[in-house]
């Protein structure tokens, strides 16, 4: 069998992928589990981020940028359900001010539109359930229902012709002249082959495997699993309107923040705990409730730990080792490995989903 372009994983980036070229293109995308989204995809906070936080010249800010875009364009057009409901990102100390205010500078630095601070006038009517020294508002931090998001993308690729190889893991690759040969193992235990001059590996946690079958074995492309736990607040005494996101010194993830869904139900998470070995398990213990309370009580008037449940958790793919500051997106045609056509997205973590739309794109101008 042979395809024009082979799509390694059924996740929100692969997806739309899938989408971007499967109306020039013939598509296969192989994907190990039986349906869409059984990974990080679905494990994740469902924020469309406005790209504050990171360096400038970076493709997680480009595309971050240009995804929350596409993705707000994109709900409108196919009705899938979002809300651009707005951050809070706030200073809880005064010893806090600095970084809120760095945190501020480096958004407009980025482009960033719709950020401003806000008085307490606004906290006291839109979140007064919120204790802040400041904040300010990024006003095109939305959420989206990404279930239905990848459910419509995987829609649009199959009408174009794309076809879904589901329960078909990848075991191995080879390249053989100016092709490669793509070896599939189903869950039935059969073995079959695949032929294309374009890989797009989109493999999530495990694209680093993926790279490896056809021989890169960089340890700077090795990844570290980087779990994050989600516990739900059980109560609808609070008035809070939009995320909040309190001020963090990690540079691992966003802090401990609060997310309301599109239900208007209100979550902590997700926390950071590197993973010593590369075991996925998905587990919330009940004893991380009190360092969720911990950090939540310090933004949160009145929560008290007995409102917290575990809820769920999901593990980000990151580069970046734990004594590393920063690690972009590695998004990479292998032209230089004398493996041109096989295209690595190594490291997508957050705001991958954000920047789905734009990263297809972004592969799309590498390969054409
Ligand atoms: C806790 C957490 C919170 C996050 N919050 C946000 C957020 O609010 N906003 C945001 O923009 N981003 C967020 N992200 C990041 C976002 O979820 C990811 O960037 C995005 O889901 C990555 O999508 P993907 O398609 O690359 O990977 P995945 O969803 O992991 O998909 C990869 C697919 O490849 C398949 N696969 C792997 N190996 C093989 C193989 N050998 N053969 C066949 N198939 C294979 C897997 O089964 C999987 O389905 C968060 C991530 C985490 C972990």
Redesign the pocket.
């Known amino acids: 069998m042979f395809a024009e372009i082979v799509i390694?994983?059924?996740?929100?980036?692969?997806l739309a992928i899938a989408k971007e070229f499967s109306s020039n293109f013939f598509c296969v995308v192989?994907?190990?589990?039986s349906s869409?989204?059984?990974?990080?995809?679905s494990?994740?906070?469902?924020?469309?981020?406005a790209g504050l936080y990171y360096p400038k010249n970076s493709l997680k800010t480009e595309l971050c940028i240009k995804g929350n875009r596409l993705l707000y364009e994109f709900a409108e057009k196919y009705k899938i359900p979002y809300r651009r409901i707005g951050k809070l990102v706030v200073a809880v100390k005064k010893e806090q001010e600095e970084k809120l205010n760095s945190i501020y500078e480096n958004a407009i630095k980025n482009g960033v539109n719709g950020i401003e601070f806000v008085s307490n006038k606004y906290l006291q009517t839109f979140s007064s359930s919120i204790n802040s020294q400041s904040a300010f508002i990024s006003k095109n931090t939305g959420i989206i229902d990404t279930h239905s998001y990848m459910r419509c993308l995987e829609a649009l690729a199959s009408e174009n012709g794309a076809i879904f190889s589901y329960n078909?893991?990848?075991?191995d690759i080879e390249k053989t002249n100016n092709e490669f040969d793509i070896l599939i193992k189903t869950v039935e235990g059969e073995i079959f082959s695949l032929k294309s001059p374009i890989i797009i590996n989109?493999?999530?946690?495990?694209s680093d495997?993926?790279a490896n079958m056809v021989g890169i074995s960089d340890e700077n492309l090795k990844l570290n699993y980087c779990k994050?736990h989600y516990f739900k607040i059980n109560s609808n005494k609070f008035n809070i309107k939009h995320l909040v996101y309190p001020v963090t010194d990690s540079s691992y993830g966003l802090g401990i923040h609060l997310t309301v869904d599109l239900n208007g139900d209100l979550k902590l998470g997700?926390d950071t705990l590197f993973l010593s070995n590369r075991q996925i398990n998905y587990n919330v213990p009940t004893q991380l409730a009190e360092k969720f309370y911990n950090a939540g009580q310090t933004y949160i008037k009145g929560l008290t730990i007995d409102m917290l449940s575990p809820d769920y958790a999901?593990?980000?793919?990151k580069l970046q080792k734990p004594d590393e500051q920063f690690r972009d997106f590695y998004i990479k045609n292998e032209t230089e490995r004398n493996l041109d056509g096989f295209i690595n997205?190594i490291g997508?973590?957050?705001?991958?989903?954000?920047?789905s739309l734009a990263i297809a794109k972004h592969v799309k101008e590498l390969v054409t």
């Open positions: 390694i994983g059924a996740g929100v980036v692969g192989l994907e190990k589990h869409f989204g059984c990974e990080t995809s494990r994740n906070s469902e924020v469309i981020h078909s893991k990848v075991i989109s493999a999530g946690l495990h495997e993926i994050g997700p999901g593990i980000r793919p997205l997508i973590e957050s705001p991958g989903l954000t920047a």
